[in-house]
């Protein structure tokens, strides 16, 4: 039996989905032509930043649902696992 905190594991794997299809879907970077006015040169650099701050976001989900994935391995301890034990100081 795995122990296994399932909110954390599934926000991970949410996290993790919503990463894969940022990237899927920025994947393609704009292009541009020969001959471009100044505009058209300033809006594709405009997108071509924004594309690339869309594909570092997705590895940032990608990154942070893994580690939750990862966390929500650990969190959980069985029930009377441990048994605490108090000590008593010795008078002297």
Known sequence: MVLVDKK???GG????SVGIILTIVFA??????????EEEIVDLMIAEDENRAYQLLSGIFIGIGFLLVLISFGVRR??????R???KPTEQ
């Open 78 to 83: 069985k029930k009377d696992s441990v048994k």
């Open 85 to 87: 034990t108090e000590k």
């Open 13 to 16: 794997l949410v996290m993790i």
């Open 28 to 37: 393609e970077q704009p292009l541009g032509q020969s001959g471009m006015t």
């Open 8 to 10: 954390i594991l599934s």
